[in-house]
């Protein structure tokens, strides 16, 4: 998704290797190198900085880079622009990371499971991910690392400053940056994931009046609540403005003919679709609407349509494209 990181580590648990593999693969992700973590998030993350720099951890070194960000897979909505911000700060000062403010106030208890004493949370701040660093100082920090350090510790700055008298600039981090940490946050995941790719779509139409007004009338009346995109042309691999719409990654399609299955154009969307850089893991929506106004449309050849489209549908879902069919007869 960010053209300009070189390489991509995954550490993962050793039961989960073969797992994320097929993963990568099914999905085609590029730049991508597994490497088995260790019992504690310090070792695995120093585990994943030895790919670097260790010949005899990794069948091939990778080419060190001057800056590595090190990010949480728990936290799946960060942005280009605080990646940048974080990477670019560590540059100038070795280390960087991203924070938020306390929503909480922090507590410590006593011995007795009372109150000790509490925070003053506008002093304090929750630091979240992603960091990064000055590979060599972090690197540096980890090779200098204590068992107690690797295995009870979580903040990879504390390692930076303590053993390497890095001191971190923090970056003051999006919403977007909370984790999910409990079940029922993969529903609130799952949502913003809708939420955002139901932000535009596309709408194709033929160059006849009929469609032509559907592929107007349409547009206007969804224009109010999202943003779209009208094309009011046959389906063509090399149409530039298609292409362009593609690349800026829109992942909904509304597709207007009079043709019976006009499913050979629909194979050209996805055609480019598929050669386009939207990621995998990002469903597309794709629906068909055959408008049948012929005067001898009948209840028999709209079913034929919509199992030529069914089947067209199963084929297209392996590709992560979900294909939904409206057939309209009218006289």
């Known amino acids: 998704r960010i053209s300009w990181i070189s ?7 050793p039961e989960n290797i073969e797992t994320m ?18 019992i504690t998030r310090h070792r695995s993350i120093f585990n994943g900085l030895k790919v670097f720099a260790e010949n005899e951890f990794s069948s091939h070194l990778l080419q060190k880079p001057e800056v590595v960000i090190i990010h949480d897979a728990v936290r799946p909505f960060v942005e280009e622009d605080i990646v940048s911000k974080v990477v670019m700060a560590a540059k100038e000062h070795g280390a960087a990371g991203a924070v938020r403010p306390l929503v909480s106030t922090v507590i410590a208890s006593a011995a007795d499971g009372c109150l000790d004493h509490s925070l003053e949370r506008a002093r304090y701040r929750a630091s979240e991910m992603p960091q990064a660093f000055l590979f060599d100082i972090i690197y540096e920090a980890y090779q200098q690392c204590t068992d107690y350090d690797l295995d009870y510790g979580t903040e990879c700055l504390h390692l930076a400053l ?37 932000q535009q779509v596309c709408v194709i139409t033929g160059g006849k009046e009929t469609l ?29 403005h298609l292409q362009n ?19 050979q154009e629909t194979q050209e969307l996805v055609d480019m679709l598929e050669k386009s850089n939207i990621p995998l893991l ?17 209840f028999s050849i709209g079913m034929e349509d919509l199992t030529t489209i069914k089947k067209f549908a199963r084929e297209t879902k392996k590709k992560n494209i979900l294909v939904y069919g409206l057939l309209i007869q009218y006289k």
């Open 162 to 198: 303590k053993y390497c008298k890095t001191n971190a600039k923090l970056v003051e981090g999006t919403a977007d940056l909370w984790k999910v940490t409990y079940k029922r946050d993969l529903y609130a995941a799952e949502s913003i994931i809708k939420d955002n790719l139901s």
């Open 21 to 38: 593999k097929t993963i990568i693969e099914k999905y085609g992700h590029k730049r991508v190198t597994v490497v088995e973590g260790g």
């Open 282 to 298: 990002c469903p597309v929506v794709l629906i068909l609407v055959h408008l049948d106004i012929s005067e001898n449309n009948s």
């Open 7 to 13: 390489d991509i580590i995954v550490v993962v648990s």
């Open 212 to 240: 032509a007004q559907v592929g107007f009338l349409l547009p206007e009346s969804l224009k109010s609540q999202i943003k779209v995109e009208a094309i009011s042309i046959p389906l063509r691999k090399n149409d530039s």
């Open 245 to 263: 719409i593609i690349a800026g990654q829109c992942y909904n399609f509304v597709c207007v003919n009079d043709k019976r299955c006009a499913i």
